[in-house]
């Protein structure tokens, strides 16, 4: 079984810019939850999918957002990037929710200059 | 207030020590995850727990719902063991999830 593919995995971005990172779940996973890491700040929940809707949400301005597509692959999307956006963005994917096993992606690198 | 503390923050074990590494937590929860990151940033989930123990090889988790606390056991420490742990929990109201800091451990041959 194929893991959890995220793309692009480095991403170099003006502030100002948005950016659109994209998240293959592992065939079969419903649900999709994405992670912001940084070394400040250390590892936070960005927002959680299921079946194209968005069941969970972590505390980030609205500039964060995504979506899910009928076939789990998510994206998410960062607007008006700033320099503090600079983070590894992960994604995991679960067979339903995430009191199931995760597995997780190996993340894009973002530097926002 | 951190929902999560972990413990110790970094550690540095000789290979072949036993390695405790423990989590507390403020919240109710529905699930506690063990999380291991190596260097260059790959997770890897551990474990997944809401009652009781559980064994992967030289790996045990335990955790205590009443005392709102888990521990991640290393038997026989091994330098490919180095890495940072991490300490996640699902709360069970509003399923927001919290990391703990993470315990950066080094294992020396």
């Known amino acids: 079984k194929a893991g959890v593919t995220q793309t692009p995995r480095y991403l170099i971005k003006t502030r100002g810019q948005q950016v659109t990172l994209s998240c293959s779940p592992i065939s079969g996973h419903r649900s999709v939850s994405w992670y912001q890491q940084t070394p400040g700040q250390g590892l936070q929940f960005l927002f959680e999918?299921?079946?194209?809707?968005?069941?969970n949400k972590g505390n980030f301005p609205g500039r964060f957002s995504g979506r899910q597509f009928s076939n789990s692959r998510s994206e998410m999307n960062v607007s008006t990037l700033e320099l503090g956006d600079s983070a590894l963005y992960l994604c995991?994917?679960?067979?339903?929710?995430?009191?199931?096993?995760?597995?997780f992606g190996p993340g894009t690198r973002l530097t926002v200059t | 207030k951190n929902e999560v503390e972990q413990s110790p923050q970094n550690l540095t074990a000789q290979e072949g020590e036993f390695i405790t590494i423990n989590c507390s937590y403020s919240v109710g929860i529905s699930a506690l995850h063990w999380l291991q990151q190596h260097p260059g940033g790959g997770i890897v989930s551990l474990f997944m727990?809401?009652?009781g123990k559980k064994k992967h090889g030289r790996l045990i988790a335990t955790i205590n719902i009443q005392e709102k606390h888990s521990s991640l056991h290393i038997t026989a420490s091994h330098p490919r063991d180095s890495a940072v742990y991490i300490c996640?929990?699902?709360?069970?109201?509003?399923?927001?999830?919290?990391f703990g800091t993470g315990t950066s451990l080094t294992v020396i041959p």
């Open positions: 995991a994917s679960s067979y339903i929710d995430r009191t199931y096993e995760q597995y």
């Open positions: 999918y299921f079946s194209e809707t968005q069941r």
């Open positions: 727990l809401s009652s």
């Open positions: 996640a929990v699902l709360r069970g109201t509003g399923n927001q999830f919290y």
